[in-house]
């Protein structure tokens, strides 16, 4: 079975633009987290959704925000680009079948802004 | 608040040599922790999980973890390094409402192995 795919693998935007980051969760799978990871650090926790109704928030501004699809995929999407931005965007899926179901990571999508 | 520490920063072992990583975790009720290993330019694949029941826990590539609760530690072992092993590993507790939807991770522990 396919892992979670994500795209694109890596992004180059300017100050100021907006980007749409995509996941596709693993077969059967029907939640999905998004998470930042800035060079140097831990993934720090964005968002998750389940069933298209965002079930967590972390720590980010309005400018971050999220959706899910009828077929579970989800996008992330940013607006108002600051450097401060750059950094390496990982999805993960889980089926929420149970509450000890593990999170399985995507390759990430690589976001600079310059 | 929930947390993560990993106190090291940048591990270098011998390759044959055993490997200890460590963690400790702030969280409030019976956590839900796990290690996930980072190869570069990678996504984090899971080594092994903790929720309940026995203490030791056997994962992938022959990493083993235990559970401390007196202690607020789950370190990460492996009896003998591997060169392959050289990564970028981290430790992370499970919260919120579903515990295992939000990871909180720690900064990580990178893991160079010598020949």
């Known amino acids: 079975d396919a892992g979670v795919t994500q795209s694109p693998t890596h992004l180059i935007k300017t100050r100021g633009q907006q980007v749409t980051l995509r996941c596709s969760p693993i077969?059967?799978?029907?939640?999905v987290s998004w998470y930042q990871q800035v060079l140097g650090q831990g993934p720090q926790f964005i968002f998750q959704?389940?069933?298209?109704?965002?079930?967590g928030r972390g720590n980010f501004p309005d400018r971050f925000s999220a959706r899910q699809f009828p077929n579970y995929s989800s996008e992330l999407n940013v607006n108002a680009l600051l450097l401060g931005d750059s950094a390496l965007y990982l999805c993960?899926?889980?089926?929420?079948?149970?509450?000890?179901?593990?999170?399985?990571f995507g390759p990430g999508t690589r976001l600079t802004v310059l | 608040a929930q947390s993560v520490t990993q106190p090291d920063i940048h591990i270098t072992v011998s390759e044959g040599a055993s490997l200890e990583l460590r963690c400790n975790y702030s969280y409030g009720a019976t956590p839900y922790l796990f290690w996930y290993v980072q190869s570069p330019g990678q996504g984090l694949q899971l080594l092994l999980k903790?929720?309940?029941?026995?203490?030791l826990v056997q994962g992938i590539k022959g990493f083993e973890a235990e559970f401390k609760r007196s202690q607020s530690s789950f370190n990460l072992r492996k009896p003998s390094v591997h060169w392959s092993d050289a990564a970028e590993y981290f430790c992370?507790?499970?919260?919120?409402?579903?515990?295992?939807?939000?990871?909180?991770f720690g900064q990580g522990t990178e893991l160079s192995v010598k020949p």
């Open positions: 077969s059967g799978h029907k939640s």
């Open positions: 993960a899926s889980r089926t929420l079948a149970e509450l000890t179901d593990t999170q399985y």
């Open positions: 959704y389940y069933e298209k109704e965002e079930r």
């Open positions: 903790y929720f309940s029941g026995d203490t």
């Open positions: 992370a507790v499970g919260a919120g409402d579903n515990q295992g939807g939000k990871l909180i």
